[in-house]
T-cell receptor
Framework: AQSVTQLDSQVPVFEEAPVELRCNYS??????LFWYVQYPNQGLQLLLK??????LVESINGFEAEFNKSQTSFHLRKPSVHISDTAEYFC??????????????FGQGTRLTINP | KAGVTQTPRYLIKTRGQQVTLSCSPI?????VSWYQQTPGQGLQFLFE???????NKGNFPGRFSGRQFSNSRSEMNVSTLELGDSALYLC???????????????FGEGSRLTVL
């Protein structure tokens, strides 16, 4: 079964420092990959996605992720974080499920805490 | 365009009771998925409905059920509540475009259920 592993459950960093949140997936077929962000007491919001084409994808708020097929990874990076980036981040892979549908399988999440 | 709407946002029940949660998807989205989020288990897939039919089901007991109406609105029901059912229940909708389906989901803010 396809799965997603987020290697760090918590990542504390100082404001304006760079950060990398790691994500590895297991899949033997072509995949669609996603990063979602969850702010306190809210639902999940799509941060960025890899569907095809360029392996480097970017979000509007400065995050980027690189799809690495050989290492089955989709790590999330930001060169300089802000206090407002404090949230929980989820990596997800889309898998084929019954009746031709796609289903998202999520990692356990990484809590990013930004310290001033 | 209005987002995914879930009601109620918060509710408290006691063991043995039942609960019904409601979800209105984004206009035009025909698929509704439900996830349970807990600190210990993370995000777990409950089920997916498409055109009023359950197309996919996660590994949950029969106490968890759902349905979808002709207007794509969905409800999920949990009967005989247990303490372990305390969680954030997230609803997500998607367009589902056949072979172009990527699995991308749009989430609501969730219904937080506390079972006492």
């Amino acid at each position: 079964a396809q799965s997603v592993t987020q290697l760090d459950s918590q990542v504390p960093v100082f404001e304006e420092a760079p950060v990398e949140l790691r994500c590895n997936y297991s899949s033997s077929v072509s995949v669609y990959l996603f990063w979602y962000v969850q702010y306190p007491n809210q639902g999940l919001q799509l941060l960025l996605k890899y569907l095809s084409g360029s392996t480097l994808v970017e979000s509007i708020n400065g995050f980027e992720a690189e799809f690495n097929k050989s290492q089955t990874s989709f790590h999330l990076r930001k060169p300089s974080v802000h206090i407002s980036d404090t949230a929980e981040y989820f990596c997800a892979v889309s898998v084929k499920s019954g009746q031709g549908a796609q289903k998202l399988v999520f990692g356990q999440g990484t809590r990013l805490t930004i310290n001033p | 365009k209005a987002g995914v709407t879930q009601t109620p946002r918060y509710l408290i029940k006691t063991r043995g009771q039942q609960v019904t949660l409601s979800c209105s998807p984004i206009s035009g989205h025909r698929s509704v998925s439900w996830y349970q989020q807990t600190p210990g288990q993370g995000l777990q897939f409950l089920f997916e409905y498409f055109s009023e039919t359950q197309r996919n089901k996660g590994n949950f007991p029969g106490r968890f059920s759902g349905r979808q109406f002709s207007n794509s609105r969905s409800e999920m029901n949990v009967s005989t509540l247990e303490l372990g059912d305390s969680a954030l229940y997230l609803c997500a909708s998607s367009v589902k475009t056949g072979i172009r389906d990527t699995g991308e989901l749009f989430f609501g803010e969730g219904s937080r259920l506390t079972v006492l």
